[in-house]
């Protein structure tokens, strides 16, 4: 019976489901913006369902970092949250174009075997992009299976997280997980997924598919979304095309002296691998030098050292100059002064480079103040370091921490006479503590060396966690003084075969 005379007859189709209980234990919190990007770049893309996920490892203190819940939850839920296999709320999968030169050639590439899912925000609002690596095919996957297998993807886990710890931006991870499916690759191997987590996946190859497209307004979306992003500071500021390749060239300047720092060879600085955040991204052939060989190159198809150690600095300014180039349009309307611009602009990275290389090398000797011998002094003792095959890692670790590592190397009378003047050097301007502590925070006990890498990558295999979670959990505190760790800080006996490493496995 109706308690009036009258009947409003309304529609109730709509549904107000967003105030029911999502099922969202995990907490994500996403918000998406990618999706305001040039329409043209994304590409709508779901995971691949997977045969029989299993939790491989997850990254627990990350987790609490993003503000997820991931602790109390059954790895049955976990392997079908982070294996694609049930997306969560709130999730817009997409794939991003790109191109990028590779090797010094342009090509079109694209997300070729990553998804990302969403973009999730924090409690004091940062975002962070969560990406599947080898999820499956995508519309950029050219003749590729968009798949993973399980030794690279935990290979990038461990040096990603070693990454981090070492005070070096970088992309983090977050899980792995096995399909229970198997890869082809030159044999068969175990699938994965990898949970990468980025602040952005911009590149400077996302900035050459516009500009390759002759594409000025896209363009000019994608330069506001990333200035928003990652450099709101420049937001106000004239000159703000130039002002962005300033920014990025600091930030890429920063990042390589940390990894020259760390004795970190990238290996495939690709520029469709540097990233607009300045973050480390895309470890595929990266590994770390033990001996002291400034002409490293782990990647077996690097066959001309382009991406050797000693020549990160100009291949980075040479990835700077062609994200220059993508701006040219922007940066004047008349082409020459334009690119005069640009090219004074990138040609700074010579003496802003040196200058913080210099003073990144001064924080690893614990010298104050600069003094003219200084550069000298520096260069003999990677000389040094190089004729006598010294451990890079290990002889800073010396001379940081008298009896770190005993080796017979460091009794040597060459070294012994270097180190003589370095304490002459020392005494010139006032150190003692600060001159400890700063040698202390730049020069880690501990690196994920390469042979230790692969050693807990095989035992993984079958499914044995120890060594990777041993390794995991000492790389986490690289800059302290640990006890019983001895076999990780030792250098490996030269191999009769060279280390190798390769891409896109
Ligand atoms: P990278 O060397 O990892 O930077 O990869 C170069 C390009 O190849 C990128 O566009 C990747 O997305 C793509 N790629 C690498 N591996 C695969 C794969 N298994 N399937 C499809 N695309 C891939
Ligand atoms: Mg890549």
Redesign the pocket.
């Known amino acids: 019976t109706n308690s009036s005379l009258y009947h409003l007859d309304i529609n109730l189709s709509i549904n107000y489901i967003y105030l029911m209980a999502v099922d969202n234990k995990i907490e994500w919190n996403f918000n998406n913006t990618y999706l305001s990007l040039p329409k043209i770049m994304l590409s709508e893309q779901k995971p691949d369902i997977v045969d029989k996920p299993e939790v491989v490892i997850i990254n627990h203190a990350l987790s609490k970092e993003l503000g997820l819940n991931l602790l109390d939850l059954d790895d049955e839920y976990l392997a079908s949250v982070f294996s694609g296999n049930s997306l969560p709320d709130g999730s817009k999968t997409i794939s991003m174009a790109y191109a990028g030169h590779q090797f010094g050639h342009f090509t079109i590439?694209?997300?070729?075997?990553?998804i990302t899912i969403g973009e999730h925000v924090t409690q004091n609002n940062q975002g962070f992009e969560i990406q599947f690596k080898g999820s499956g095919k995508t519309k950029?996957?050219?003749d590729?299976?968009?798949?993973a297998a399980l030794g690279p993807m935990l290979r990038e886990y461990i040096i990603s997280e070693a990454m981090h710890y070492l005070n070096i931006p970088t992309t983090r991870s977050l899980a792995v997980i096995k399909t229970g499916e198997k890869v082809i690759r030159e044999t068969e191997l175990k699938g994965a997924i990898l949970t990468r987590v980025a602040t952005s996946h911009l590149r400077v190859g996302t900035f050459q598919y516009f500009a390759y497209k002759k594409d000025d307004s896209n363009l000019k979306t994608l330069i506001n979304f990333t200035i928003n992003k990652h450099y709101p500071s420049l937001k106000n500021k004239e000159n703000l095309y130039l002002n962005l390749i300033d920014k990025l060239m600091e930030k890429q300047i920063d990042l390589i002296v940390n990894w020259m720092r760390v004795g970190f060879i990238h290996g495939?600085m690709?520029t469709?691998?540097m990233a607009l955040s300045g973050e480390t991204i895309?470890y595929?052939p990266c590994a770390f030098m033990d001996q002291y060989d400034p002409k490293s190159v782990f990647s077996s198809i690097d066959h001309f050292g382009r991406y050797a150690y000693y020549n990160q600095p100009s291949i980075a300014k040479w990835n700077l100059a062609r994200f220059a180039e993508c701006l040219i349009p922007l940066l004047d309307s008349n082409k020459d002064k334009a690119i005069k611009l640009a090219t004074d602009k990138i040609n700074e990275f010579d003496k802003n480079y040196e200058n913080k290389w210099l003073g990144m090398m001064r924080d690893k000797l614990g010298m104050i103040g600069n003094q003219k011998e200084d550069e000298v002094l520096i260069l003999d003792l990677l000389q040094w370091m190089h004729i006598n095959k010294a451990d890079y890692t290990n002889t800073f670790g010396n001379l940081t921490y008298e009896n770190m590592i005993n080796d017979k190397i460091f009794h040597k009378d060459d070294f012994l006479k270097w180190k003589e003047r370095w304490k002459i050097r020392l005494s010139v301007n006032n150190n003692g503590k600060t001159s400890e502590k700063t040698m202390k925070k730049s020069n880690p006990v501990v690196i994920p060396r390469n042979h230790l890498v692969e050693d807990a990558l095989k035992t993984a295999e079958t499914g044995d966690l120890e060594k990777t979670n041993r390794l995991l959990k000492v790389l986490s505190e690289p800059y302290k003084i640990q006890s019983s760790i001895q076999d990780l800080q030792t250098s490996p006996k030269p191999n009769k075969i060279p280390y190798k490493t390769f891409?896109?496995t």
């Open positions: 590439l694209g997300d070729g075997r990553t950029f996957s050219r590729g299976d968009g798949k495939v690709n469709d691998n895309d595929g891409c896109g």
